[in-house]
Every structure is written in structure tokens, then in C-alpha cells.
């Protein structure tokens, strides 16, 4: 079967996720504080979340093919897949960006002019942090990733039907692909720095772009090998074997790896050189969210690590679906741990009105000790919420994937791909 | 491996070989008398090493006070010429490990060139600190070992003291990974030897057979080690990212060094690469092994990390605006506009301008303009270390300590000299060993290409497909 | 592959190794039992059909490399916390992100000296060894597939080098 065709149980069970995210969403919108501060911070954390994810499904679909890489393309069409959800994140992250003009939401505390005027950090970061950069740096950087990521997939599209021999649509691609490349690689950071970074608004790192994003590439890698699970389950992707599985692992593992090497430099080196405006960061996860803070690690680190370290796990099914359902859930925990506690100090910092304002980020951390439902630890409705957003992800990959193909057809390196043996 | 080749891939051997032509080609340069652009190279070469070591004797029989060191700029030339060379020492493993991972076979012709390179950096970059040590007899107090003095141990704290630790476990495991690759290709010369030459390479060879279950364990071994050798590279330039990295000094503190310094040190380690490539396979006539698709890809690799350096560098500079914190934004207003400026800009010139040449695949695969541009980048990665040295050291917190440093002749011959040392080590390698894999390139022979004529050539796809 | 002394050896040369493969297998379904194989380069495939064992090396560089972990986070806790303990930079004496750079350096150190070593030991590989070599082909561009007299009698060995292709056939006494 080269045709992917969605079964009605499939898209039942994935309407039913994004049937039950969105009754957690209305739910966490009542239950919420004035602000919604519990709602809009999950909305924003599964947006960006799946968004990277789907970024570094453009972003490594374009390295292999700059690189010359044959072992992946029988299952390249899913990494075009995941890279046109860029489209509907950017919808979702543009909502947010309105949200900052109209007042919808507290996530940013540079997007309160109140504050900014009265703060000199948050005044000389103004010429970056405004709601301008936000809302038109989302749609030019992001909207260039998507339409990089349509162009490279129509492409291989166009190649299925009309590639021949000279190879000249793989070649197109490979043009698109080398842009691509240095794009995310400067504009990421940037959007990185809007969206993520400057939640702790004070706060700053040089590094904080890149650990994201690494983040997020594990998590699409773990994807990468559920959703190959999946489509080898029901029958399709037979030339997927486990050679290209083990391969996947090894790449989880590596990248579990420099996941861990990053997380480590950035917090080595500001906890050594100690300086006050950088600690704060640390200090205030590991002070309030102690849990977490340590989850994170053991999760993102030592499960890949020890699970993955023999061969034969990299080829098995059953251990491949535990570790890398535990990458994906880990390193959304590792999204909330750098969204939340900022996002909670701002929102308690606006509910308490302007006369916190001179005490700044101090005063929120003495109120952050104590537990705050859906900050503190994710609850079942931040759970529902990432059940929701991944039956969208699933669902639109999955849609995408039924209107071509699932092997393309003529790509130059489909032979070496379907005779991949790792030794 | 697949046994399956796309039809879209270069071969990466050309010259349609047999396996005996590749033992001819690879091996004879050891056997043959050397030629005379070999001696006069080898005559400068030692020449030039022995004025380093004199320098070096200088240094410590006057003492650090040779140098043109001050209180305010207590590290310069030579902690830059350090991390320079240890940068270089990266492309090595890098290539042997790194994308034998990523399994990119084009790393068979150079791989084993570029291990020696990277023992030999690595000789000449460990250099610098010992001698800085000033007292260099007493460089042993680096060591922990239960000792008379307390004992007193040395500050595990430090990260200078890790880099004493990264340093000498990436020497060792390079060694260790080189040496062991070596060995089959011994045997090779050994076995093509006669008397006493056959006696040194029987001992160099360690006895090697060619055993099929001793060729399974030097494949597994040499996997491992690849393995283990990758995050290993990486942490030698993060450690050496940490002894800046770790103080609160404006310019040195940042989060971005470790992953940063790492590109900076494949980068100007692939240009080291591609100098030496293009100089040796011009003169032991390697053409067929050391192709213009190799020197493409190595190019690529200079523009990918040259790129991520610029990246680096910019998000530097951006963060330094953004944090709002005015020393920060001082020193990098400095190192662009201060004294030092023309190193910001042969900086900025060298690694980021440069390479954006190689997008351009003409321009990737012309030699003259590639060896060249190697060279402004190594020139570039020197000027990248002094930025962020010198430059930064020289305007400190105190406008009354500011200070100006320009290098003595000791300095200058102590970097120059250390040049000497790593050619004079060159030349003796490519004399004693094949320069190319031998084993290794055999071994691709059948998948690297179309170029194979020997028995079952045509068939051997057929025949491989059935395991 | 041992070293046991005055073993008869008959031995084909191949000049291809995918001649060679087939001989192995051919040699596998003829229950003959092989005393070793030598090659130019790894033969991809080669351990399969013979069907060696998976080497275990890893396991002991997995076993090397937990003790140089245990060394050096262990040692660097005694020495600090212990044996003289210091306070540096306002650090706790205690200051495990200090001591992860050392003890990875530790860990990977032990556990490439120990493979290697370990390797060249078991392979009886080292310096001043000296393998009795069968032919000085066999590093140049000849597979060969050798048994010991003892075991396998000449005349099935040669009919058997014959039918599967050998260049030359030779006896040697190691």
C-alpha cells in the first residue's frame, strides 16, 4: 500500500483527542484567574511547542538532503508533513501576537507599557521586545519557513509524477534546501528570543536559543519513530525496517545526549560565575519547582541514555514506543519548565496591580512557593490540553500524508534507502 | 552500509582501482627515496622548530617576563595560540568519528591524515599552557597524586585544571583511535618489506594477521571508540570555552561559548584539513583518493560552520545589547570599535564573509581558490581567539588599568616556532605511514563508486543483495 | 588463531571477496571446519558467515568506563569533601557541576584505554609479536580461507579449493 488512506477509527480516535483538548481548554478558561493567565499559558506552550517540532521536521529534512544523506527517504514524506503544520502554529502563535495589542493575555511582561516605562531593563530591551517584532517577526520568519517548507514538499511532490533520470526536481530541492538552512538558523533564534526567551524578561542567555531548540528536535525525532510505529502498524511503510528504526534511536540517543550537554553549559556556567541577573532564572525553578526541575534531567537524560545504549534496543519495537513516548512527554515538560515560572510571575505580578511593581520580579518569587494549580506541576487539564494538540499535529500529518504517496517515488536515493543496513 | 549506491552519488575513488593499485598507490610514497621538495620542505621545517624551541628554552631560562605580558592583559598570544591549535586539533577526530557516525563515507580519504594532524595540533597547543606555567619543573603539581606537600591536591574546581584532564584524554583517545587504524596498514608495508625495514614494521604492525575475527573486534573497536571519541571531542574545545567562559569578566561570560567554540574549532580545524589535503595530494598524487567531491564536501562543512559561527557571533553581540547590562555592551562596543578593532574585523572577515564564497559550487570545487580561503580562515580563527582574549582583557572594569599589548619576539617565535614543530611532524608522518586509509578505502571500494574493474565488478551488486 | 605451535595449515588464496564469501558458506554447508580467514580489509558480511560470535567489547568498555566514573566523581568527593575540604569561589564543598567535566574526561579515558588494551590482549596483538603470516598477499589484495591439516584432510581441502575458485592453494607449517 503507497497510499495513505485514514481509517475512520484513526480519525475518530484523533478528533476525540482534539475534541477532548478543547473541552480542557474551555475548562481551564473558567477555572482560570482574571487573567487566564492557566489557559493562555498552555495555549502558548503546545503552540510553540508543536511548531518547533514541526520547524525541525523542515529543518533536518533539509540538512539530509544537504548532506547528501539516502538512509531516510522512505520515510522523508512524513518530515514534509510534520513541516506544514508551520502553517497552523504560526496561526495560533499570530493569535497570540494580537493577543499582546489587545490586552488578552499577561503572558509578556514587556508587553505591559506601564511597567516598561517604569522599568530601565525592560525600556532599553524595547526596540526588540515590542509588539511589533512579536506579531510581524511571527509572519515574515515564520511565514518564509512555510513557505520554504511547501516549496520543498511540492517538489518532491513534482517528482513522483515527473522525475526522471537527471534527477532536476531533487536537485531543485537541494537549493531550496541549502536556504533553508541558514533561515532557521538565524531567524529561530530571534523568533526563540520573542516567544520563549523573553518570558523571563529580565533575563538573558545567549545559549537559550539553541537548547530549545534541540529540545525540540528530540521530541520530533520521538515522533518521527511513533508516528513510523504507527503507519507500520496499520500496514503501511513495509520498506521502513528496523534498520532505518535503529537509526532513528541512534538519533535519539545523540541528540538526548547534546540535549543534556547543552542544558548542562547553560546552567554550569551561570551557576559558577554566580552573577545575580542571570541566577535568577535557575534559582527560581529550582527553589519553586524542584520536582521539575529534576524530572526534567532524569527524564530528557538518563532514560534515553540507559535505555538506549544497546543495539538490539534501538531495533525493538516495544522499547523504541516506551522511550520515545518519554521523550516526547519530557521534553514538553522541559517547554513548561522554561514557560511557566516566568509567565506565573508576571501574571501574579499584573493581578496584583501597579503597586508590585517597584519590588519587580522579587515579589513574585515569594508568592511562587506556594502551589499554583497548572503552574506548579502540569495538571490533568494541561495533560488534556497536550492530548489535544497532538491529535491536531497527528491528525494534520496524517491528512497531509493521505494526499500523496507515503514512499516517494522517484527520489534519487530510494533505492540505498530501502536497502539501508546499519552494521 | 547499504550495498546500494544512488545513482546520483560521485565516486569517491576514481582511476579505476584494483585493490593491488590501492596498495601500490598509498603505500609506495613510503618506500620511495624522498623527493627534494620533501627534504627542502623538511630542512625549513626543522629549521623553523628548532628557532621555537630556542625561544621556548629563552622563556623559561629569562623567565615570563620575555613576553610583553602586563597586569592588565595577563593572557595574549600565547593562550590564543593555545586554543588556535587545539581548535585545529578537532578536525581530526571530528572526521574519524563524527561522520563515520553520520556515515558519510567521503571521510575515508582524509581521515587518516587529518588524526595526525590532530595529534600533532594537539602536541603543539599543550605546549603553551606548560610554558606559561612559568616554573615548568614543577608542572607535575598539575597532577592529583598523594603527595608530601599536605598532600595537597590540585583545584577540581578549576577549569583550568579540567582542561588538563580534557586535554591529555583527547590525546591519548586520538592517539589510541590513530595508532589502532594504523596497525592493518603496517602490516601492509610490512609485508611488501624486506629485513630490517620488515622488523620495524612487523613491531609497528604489533603483529598484525588480517585474522577474520581480529578484523571484527577492530571494527567493533574502532566503532566504540568513534562513539565515545564524538562527545569527547566535544567537550575538549567546551572545556577549553569553560577556562573563559566560567569567569563573570565581560565578553568571556556568555552561555553560547561551549557549543560556539565547538564550531569555531571544526571549522578552523576542516581549513587545517583542507591546507595540508590540497598540499599532499598534489605532491604524493593522491588525486584518485582525495577527489574534488571530497574537497567539496569538506568546503560545505567549512560554509556550514562558518555560518553557525557567524550565528554565534551575532547572537553574542545582539545579547550583549539585549541584556541592558552596560559592561557587557562596553566590551563588545570594544572589541568592534575600540583599539583592537582591525582583529573584530579580520575576524568577523575571515570566518563569516569568506566562506558565504563556497555557496557557489564552482567555487567549492576550485582548488587554488579553496586552498586559499583555508587559509584566511585559519587566519581568521587566530584573529576570533585574540578578540576574545587580548581585546577583552585590555579594557577591563578600571579605565586607570587599561592597558596595550603587542607580542615580543619571544612570543612571536614560540607561535612560529610551534609551526615547525607540527610540519617537521607532518613530513615525518607522511614519510612512515600511508597518508590514506588503506584497509579503510578498500573496503568502500565497491560501494564508493562505479569505478571498480576488478573481478565481479559487474556483478556485484547482485551478489551483495543477497545478504 | 592461537599461537599453539606446529600446526599444519592448508590455505587457499581468493582474489575477490565476494569469491570468498561463497567459499565460506560453501565451506559451512561441506562441515568443514575452518581455522581462520584472513583478509586485506573487513570483509562486510564476513562474521556472519562464518558465524563468529558478536565480539563483546563494548561490554567491557561499558564495565571501563563505570569505573573511571566511579574514580573520579568518588575521588574528587573524598578529596573535597573529606580529605581536605576548601572552600572555592563560595562553592559547597560538595559542588557536583564542577566535578561532571573531570568525571566524563575520567570516564571516557578508562574506557578507551581499557578497550584497546584489551583488544590488542586478547587478539595477542602488540609490539615485537610475531604472527606466523601464511602469505604476504593477504595484506596486499588476497582473501584466504586456511585449515589445519589435522583436522580437515588435504584432499578434501583441495577439491574444495578448486571447486570454490582459489587462485592457489599452499600448505604451511606455523
Known amino acids: 500500500m503507497s497510499q495513505y488512506k485514514m481509517t475512520a477509527s484513526t480519525r475518530n480516535v484523533l478528533f476525540g483527542a482534539i475534541g477532548l483538548g478543547l473541552v480542557c481548554m474551555v475548562l481551564t478558561w473558567f477555572g482560570d484567574d482574571g487573567n487566564h493567565s492557566r489557559f493562555w499559558s498552555n495555549f502558548l506552550h503546545n503552540s510553540l511547542f508543536f511548531t518547533m517540532i514541526a520547524a525541525m521536521g523542515l529543518f533536518f529534512n533539509a540538512a539530509g538532503i544537504t548532506a547528501y544523506a539516502g538512509w531516510y527517504t522512505t520515510f522523508k514524506r512524513l518530515w514534509e508533513a510534520y513541516s506544514m503544520f508551520i502553517g497552523i502554529g504560526l496561526i495560533f502563535l499570530v493569535i497570540l501576537g494580537l493577543g499582546n495589542y489587545f490586552g488578552w493575555h499577561h503572558l509578556y511582561h514587556w508587553a505591559n507599557k506601564a511597567d516598561v516605562e517604569t522599568d530601565t531593563i525592560l525600556k532599553g530591551k524595547s526596540s526588540f521586545l515590542n509588539n511589533n517584532w512579536y506579531l510581524f517577526g511571527t509572519i515574515i520568519f515564520g511565514g518564509l519557513w512555510a513557505f520554504l517548507a511547501y516549496r520543498m514538499r511540492q517538489l518532491s511532490l513534482t517528482e513522483d509524477n515527473h522525475g526522471d533520470s537527471s534527477f532536476k526536481y531533487h536537485k531543485a530541492q537541494r537549493v531550496y534546501a541549502a536556504a533553508t538552512l541558514p533561515v532557521i538558523g538565524f531567524t529561530s533564534a530571534a523568533m526563540l528570543w520573542l516567544w520563549l526567551m523573553s518570558i523571563d524578561a529580565h533575563w538573558y542567555s545567549t545559549l537559550f536559543a539553541w537548547y530549545s531548540t534541540v529540545s525540540a528536535f528530540v521530541a520530533m525525532i520521538a515522533i518521527t519513530i511513533l508516528m513510523i510505529i504507527f503507519l507500520k502498524f496499520n500496514g503501511y511503510l513495509s520498506v521502513v525496517n528496523s534498520n532505518h528504526l535503529h537509526d532513528l534511536g541512534k538519533y535519539l540517543f545523540a541528540f538526548s545526549i547534546f540535549w543534556t550537554y547543552l542544558w548542562f553549559s547553560q546552567f554550569m556556567l551561570i551557576w559558577y560565575a554566580n552573577i545575580g541577573e542571570e541566577t535568577i532564572y535557575f534559582k527560581e525553578r529550582y527553589n519553586n519547582y524542584p520536582a521539575l526541575f529534576f524530572i526534567n534531567i532524569g527524564l530528557n537524560f538518563l532514560v534515553p541514555f540507559f535505555a538506549l545504549m544497546r543495539n538490539d534496543v534501538k531495533r525493538k519495537i516495544g522499547s523504541l514506543v516506551f522511550v520515545s513516548v518519554l521523550m516526547l512527554f519530557g521534553h514538553w515538560l522541559d517547554y513548561f519548565l522554561m514557560i511557566k515560572p516566568g509567565v506565573l510571575i508576571t501574571a501574579q505580578h499584573a493581578a496584583h496591580g501597579h503597586e508590585a511593581a517597584t519590588e519587580g520580579a522579587a515579589h513574585g518569587v515569594e508568592h511562587a512557593s506556594n502551589f499554583v494549580a497548572g503552574f506548579t506541576m502540569p495538571g490533568l487539564l494541561e495533560l488534556g490540553t497536550f492530548i489535544g494538540f497532538l491529535g491536531l499535529f497527528a491528525y494534520f500529518s496524517l491528512w497531509i500524508l493521505s494526499k500523496a504517496p507515503l514512499v516517494p517515488k522517484q527520489d534519487p536515493y530510494l533505492e540505498e534507502s530501502i536497502h539501508h543496513h546499519v552494521i | ?467 | ?174
Open chain 3, 1 to 174: 588463531m592461537a599461537n599453539t605451535q606446529n600446526t599444519e595449515l592448508i590455505f587457499g588464496l581468493y582474489d575477490d571477496e565476494e569469491d570468498l564469501l561463497r567459499a565460506v558458506k560453501s565451506a559451512k554447508k561441506d562441515h568443514l571446519e575452518i581455522y581462520d580467514v584472513y583478509t586485506p580489509f573487513p570483509v562486510h558480511g564476513l562474521d556472519e558467515v562464518m558465524e563468529l560470535e558478536e565480539s563483546r567489547l563494548h561490554i567491557a568498555g561499558f564495565v571501563y568506563g563505570a569505573i573511571g566514573t566511579l574514580t573520579a566523581f568518588l575521588g574528587m568527593t573524598w578529596i573535597f569533601v573529606k580529605d581536605w575540604p576548601t572552600i572555592f569561589g563560595g562553592k559547597p564543598y560538595w559542588s557536583v557541576p564542577a566535578f561532571i567535566p573531570i568525571t566524563f574526561e575520567m570516564t571516557v579515558l578508562f574506557a578507551a584505554i581499557g578497550m584497546t588494551v584489551t583488544f590488542y590482549l586478547v587478539s595477542g596483538l602488540g609490539p615485537g609479536i610475531k604472527n606466523p603470516q601464511l602469505d604476504d598477499r593477504i595484506t596486499d589484495d588476497k582473501f584466504c580461507i586456511a585449515f589445519d591439516k589435522s583436522i580437515v584432510n588435504s584432499g578434501d581441502a583441495e577439491s574444495f579449493f578448486k571447486n570454490t575458485g582459489a587462485s592457489e592453494v599452499n600448505s604451511k607449517n606455523i
Open chain 2, 1 to 467: 552500509m547499504s550495498a546500494v549506491v544512488s545513482p546520483i552519488r560521485k565516486p569517491l575513488i576514481t582511476g579505476n582501482k584494483t585493490y593491488h593499485q590501492i596498495t601500490e598507490d598509498l603505500i609506495s610514497p613510503t618506500e620511495k627515496t624522498p623527493t627534494k621538495a620533501w627534504i627542502i620542505g623538511f630542512i625549513i621545517a626543522v629549521a623553523v622548530a628548532t628557532y621555537g624551541i630556542f625561544c621556548i628554552i629563552w622563556t623559561i631560562w629569562v623567565g615570563i617576563g620575555s613576553w610583553n605580558l602586563n597586569r592588565t592583559i595577563n593572557w595574549s598570544w600565547d593562550i590564543t595560540n593555545f586554543v588556535w591549535w587545539i581548535g585545529i586539533g578537532h578536525a581530526g577526530t571530528l572526521i574519524s568519528a563524527i561522520l563515520l557516525l553520520f556515515r558519510q563515507k567521503w571521510r575515508t580519504g582524509v581521515n587518516r591524515a587529518a588524526e595526525a594532524m590532530t595529534i600533532f595540533a594537539v602536541i603543539c597547543a599543550g605546549l603553551f599552557p606548560i610554558i606559561h606555567m612559568g616554573r615548568v619543573w614543577l608542572a607535575f603539581f598539575i597532577m592529583p597524586y598523594p603527595n608530601t606537600r599536605g598532600p595537597l591536591w590540585p583545584n577540581f574546581n578549576s577549569p583550568l585544571l579540567w582542561d588538563v584532564f580534557a586535554i591529555s584524554t583527547y590525546f591519548t583517545v586520538s592517539l589510541l583511535f590513530w595508532y589502532t587504524g594504523l596497525v592493518p596498514d603496517f602490516a601492509t608495508v610490512r609485508d611488501r618489506a624486506k629485513g630490517l625495514r620488515r622488523k620495524i614494521y612487523n613491531t609497528l604492525s604489533f603483529g598484525w594477521t588480517g585474522s577474520a575475527k581480529h578484523w571484527q573486534r577492530w571494527e567493533s573497536l574502532s566503532l566504540i571508540l568513534a562513539g565515545i571519541a564524538t562527545p569527547l571531542v566535544l567537550s575538549v574545545h567546551t572545556i577549553v570555552s569553560f577556562d573563559f567562559a566560567t569567569s563573570v569578566i565581560p565578553g568571556w561570560h556568555t552561555t553560547i561559548f561551549p557549543p560556539y567554540f565547538v564550531a569555531g574549532a571544526i571549522f578552523s580545524g576542516f581549513a587545517m584539513v583542507l591546507t595540508l589535503m590540497i598540499i599532499t595530494r598534489k605532491l604524493l598524487k593522491l588525486e584518485d583518493y582525495i577527489t574534488i567531491e571530497h574537497i567539496e564536501s569538506m568546503n560545505k562543512v567549512i560554509l556550514l560552520t562558518g555560518t553557525i559561527v557567524g550565528v554565534a557571533y551575532l547572537t553574542e553581540l545582539f545579547i550583549s545589547w539585549y541584556s541592558g547590562y552596560v559592561y557587557e555592551q562596553f566590551a563588545f562596543f570594544n572589541r568592534a570599535l575600540g583599539p583592537y578593532w582591525w582583529s573584530y574585523f579580520g575576524m568577523m572577515f575571515c570566518n563569516v564573509v569568506s566562506p558565504q564564497f563556497f555557496w557557489k559550487k564552482s567555487w567549492r570545487r576550485n582548488v587554488t581558490l579553496t586552498f586559499f580561503l583555508s587559509i584566511v580562515v585559519n587566519i581568521g580563527m587566530w584573529f576570533e581567539r585574540f578578540v576574545i582574549i587580548a581585546t577583552t582583557l585590555a579594557r577591563d572594569y578600571i579605565p586607570s588599568s587599561w592597558s596595550l599589548y603587542s607580542p615580543s619576539w619571544v612570543e612571536i617565535g614560540i607561535y612560529v616556532g610551534t609551526m615547525g614543530i607540527f610540519f617537521t611532524l607532518y613530513l615525518i608522518f607522511v614519510r612512515v605511514a600511508p597518508v590514506v586509509a588503506v584497509a579503510e578505502i578498500k573496503h568502500i571500494l565497491k560501494t564508493g563508486g562505479n569505478q571498480y574493474v576488478g573481478e565481479n565488478a559487474k556483478s556485484h551488486t547482485h551478489h551483495t543483495n543477497e545478504h
